[in-house]
């Protein structure tokens, strides 16, 4: 079912999709891991937003990613995320059901390391992070 694939594609390997996951014309290639699923080429000719996301590459400063996360309860899309000290450090951007789980991805700001996190919520509901096979264990 549409809802099983929803649930392997986000949470047991990350990879977003289009336009659910990746919001059209605000979302950096790298910011949306293009660049870890080779979805990135830096050898291809002209294209739009080449200059940026070569200037990004070159730079290897990415302050944001899609991460996959799960959690018991609905929590509302857009949403800021709070960790433990009270910081938002990110905000929901799509949300799943199936059976009796919700996840999606959230977008988070990568310093600090997000998966550093002890606690983590959304309007009082708390999140689990999930590590994609494609990050780096830093």
């Not at 293009?34 to 200059?51: A, H, N, P, S």
Request: hydrophobic fraction near 35%; proline fraction near 7%; include cysteine.
């Amino acid at each position: 079912s549409i809802e099983e694939w929803n649930q392997l594609r986000v949470l047991k390997y990350g990879i977003p999709e289009s336009p659910y996951d990746i919001l059209s014309g605000k979302a950096f290639p790298f910011e949306s891991n293009g660049d870890l699923l080779g979805m990135v080429d830096l050898e291809k000719g002209c294209y739009m937003g080449q200059e940026l996301t070569a200037r990004t590459m070159l730079a290897q400063v990415i302050r944001k990613r899609l991460v996959p996360f799960s959690g018991k309860e609905e929590v509302n899309p857009t949403a800021p995320i709070i960790c433990e000290s009270g910081e938002r450090i990110g905000k929901i951007i799509s949300v799943y059901h199936y059976e009796s789980n919700y996840f999606g991805f959230a977008l988070l700001r990568q310093s600090p390391n997000p998966f550093d996190q002890n606690k983590l919520s959304v309007d009082n509901v708390e999140i689990t992070l999930h590590r994609p096979f494609y990050f780096s264990q830093n």
